[in-house]
C-alpha cells in the first residue's frame, strides 16, 4: 500500500515536471515567434569605376539573406531620391535554420540609367528590408558608398590640319586632350590607334598614327576619341580628304608540286600546326589558320613598340628588285579547277637575284628574327610608335631579336621559305600590326606632308 503511494506521487511528479518542461518550451516558442526575427543581413556595396560617369557598375552583395523581402537601391543628391533597381524576394520562414547563399545584384548608375543626376557627388543607397515577426518589424539594413559625378567628357582640341588619307594608307593627327582622359586615340574600324605624348612638350599634347584598313571603302566611322576613367567619352571626326584604293584580285593556282614544296617545310617548323590528314587540307590550315596566327603575333609585336622615333630618313625599297605583286590584293586559290581558298595579300613582293642581300628598310630595333609560319624566315623591325617593317621568305637570317640595325644594313639573304613558290623578298609596314602600303614610307614627300610637318620638332626628319 505504501509502495503504491509513493509510486503514484512519484508519477505525478514526472507529469509535473514534463508539464512545466512543456509549458517552458511553449514560452520560449511564443517569444521567439514575436520577437526573434531571424539573422541580420550583411549587404556591401562595391563600385567598379571610382566614380559615377555614364554607365558606372555596382555590385551588391548581401550574406545572410534568408529574411531580405525586398531590396532597393537609390541614389542620392542632396535632398533627391532617384531609384535605381527595387528587387522583392519570398523570405524564408523563421523556423528554417539552415543559412541561405548570399544574394549578389548588380546595377548600373549614371547619367544613361538615372535621369536627372548631376555633376557633384552622390550616394549610391542599398537598403535591404527584413520580414518581421508575430510583433516586431526589424530596421532595414542599409550600405551606402559616396561617388563623385562627372558628366563631362575630356576635351578634345585637334591642332594638326589636313588630314588626306588613302585607304590602306597612313596619317597623323596631332591635337590636345583634357585632364581627365585615360585613354585616347583614333578608331578606325575594328582598329585602334593609341595616341602619345608629344616629346617635348607637355603630357597634354598628343599625336597619333593612324591607319584606314586596305579592305575599308568607308571611312566615315573614324574618330578621335578620349575617355575618362567613368566612362565619359568626347568623339572628333576628322577626316579632310579620303582616296579610295581599292584591293586588285588575283588568282593564284595551287599544284601538288608548290604543296609538297611549302607545306612539309612549314608544318617542321609550326608546332602550332597539328596535322590535318593529308596535304591539301594542312595546306588551306597554313593559308587560313597560320595566316591568323602570324596576323595575331604582328599585332601584340605592334603593342610592344618602342615610344621613340628611331629613324630620321624615308624608308628603302629593296635596291634592283621588280616588284612581282603589290599591296592589298584579294586572292583567289584554285585547285584542280575549284576555288579552294580567298585570302588577302598584304605586302609587296620584290624579286631580285637568288639570295640577294635584303636591307633594312630604315633603322629600328629587330623585335621578331626566326622561322615565322607563311613568312618563312623572317625580320620585324620596330621603328617606334606603333610603326614596323617585315622581311618575309628569306633563305638566312643576319641578324637576332633584339639587334638594333641601321638603315641599309643587311638583315639576311632573299629566298623561298615560307609559303613562296619562288625566291623573293615579301615586305610590308605595319601600323599597331595592321599591315599598311609601304608606298607612303618610300615616298620622302609623303613622308613630309604627313607626319614630319605635323610633328614638328617631334621627328628630327632629314629627307
Ligand atoms: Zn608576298
Known sequence: MARRDRDSRNAAGCLLKALLVVGLLVVVVALFATFYTGPTPKVVVESALPGIGRRTPIQIRIDDPQRVQKVKVEVVQNTEVKPVLEQTYQPRSLWHLGSAPPLVLRAEVGRETVQGLRTGEATVRVTAERAGSLLRSPDPVTAEIKLPVRLAPPTLQISSTFHYINQGGCETVVYRVGEGAVRDGVRSGDWWFPSFPMPGADKQARFAFFAIPYDTTDPSGVRLTAEDEVGNRAEAAFIDKFTPRPMTTDTIQVTDAFMNKVVPEIMGQSPEVADQGDLLKN????????????????????????????????????????????????????????????????????????HDAVPASNSGKVVLARFFGIYGNAVVIDHGYGLQSLYGHLSSLGVKEGDMVQRGQELGRSGQTGLAGGDHLHFTMLLQGLAVTPVEWWDPHWIQDRAARKLGAALPYKP
Open 283 to 354: 595546306y588551306l590550315w597554313i593559308n587560313r589558320e597560320l595566316r591568323k596566327k602570324n596576323a595575331a603575333t604582328l599585332k601584340e609585336l605592334g603593342k610592344k613598340s618602342e615610344l621613340k622615333f628611331l629613324w630620321t630618313q624615308p624608308f628603302l625599297p629593296m635596291p634592283n628588285a621588280k616588284i612581282t605583286a603589290a599591296f592589298a590584293q584579294r586572292r583567289t586559290y584554285v585547285y584542280n579547277g575549284k576555288n579552294i581558298d580567298q585570302e588577302d595579300h598584304l605586302g609587296f613582293d620584290m624579286a631580285s637575284v637568288t
